[in-house]
């Protein structure tokens, strides 16, 4: 069973466009996240979220935004797509926030904004 | 803002050698380090997490310290074979409990 997933895992769409990535864990885990994996690779945090709290990061566009239907879920729509948001996005989770616990990631999703 | 730093960026060595990889982090109030792997076109596996408490933590051929007073840890692999090729990257957890990631090293061990 994959812990965390992630559909879809590749995503190609034309400028302007809306679109959303979806991701499930099934660790009843309290806190899921979302990272940005740019060209170079570097992980950057967009979003961190559990029943409580969502702590957005400031140099995320308000283009993006979490939404979570219930505590397994996590997904992220993205409003009027640019070129620069071609990356690979991973949905991440953890326990209780990272204090004590591994952060489980999903395979990725890699969208390519034409 | 916690800024974290991964040395060498890159590294080739044969099958065999035994290696350290570096992370260093400016801000030393965190709550934990962890160690991730990343292979191509894959998402992130935890190796090793260390909590603030803890000065090291071992799995099988993989050993992390943790000097947080300094602001630095390492992994160190023995005895790597072409299977440890991957980029490993080093991500600290401090006061917002969000961890935040170093570059990575990439590693490449030939036969």
């Known amino acids: 069973d994959t812990a965390v997933s992630q559909t879809p895992k590749y995503l190609v769409t034309q400028m302007g466009n809306d679109k959303s990535i979806k991701c499930e864990q099934n660790l009843g885990h309290d806190t899921m996240y979302w990272y940005k994996q740019d060209s170079k690779k570097f992980l950057k945090i967009m979003f961190s979220y559990n029943n409580k709290e969502l702590i957005i990061n400031e140099t995320v566009p308000n283009r993006f935004s979490p939404k979570s239907p219930d505590k397994a879920h996590l997904n992220l729509h993205i409003n009027s797509l640019e070129l620069g948001d071609s990356a690979v996005y991973f949905c991440?989770?953890?326990?209780?926030?990272?204090?004590?616990?591994?952060?489980?990631f999903g395979s990725g999703t890699q969208l390519s904004v034409l | 803002k916690q800024e974290v730093t991964q040395i060498p960026a890159a590294l080739s060595v044969p099958e065999g050698e035994n290696l350290v990889l570096n992370c260093s982090f400016t801000?030393?109030?965190?709550?934990?380090l962890q160690w991730f792997r990343q292979d191509p076109g894959k998402g992130l596996t935890s190796l090793l997490l260390i909590q603030s408490s803890q000065r090291e933590q071992t799995s099988g051929r993989l050993n992390a310290s943790l000097d947080k007073s300094s602001g630095r840890s390492t992994l160190y692999i023995a005895a790597s074979q072409p299977g440890d090729s991957a980029t490993y990257l080093c991500a600290v957890a401090g006061g917002s409990y969000i961890p935040t990631f170093g570059r990575g090293t990439s590693l490449i061990v030939h036969p």
């Open positions: 801000d030393s109030a965190i709550y934990n």
């Open positions: 991440a989770s953890s326990q209780e926030g990272p204090q004590n616990e591994k952060l489980f």
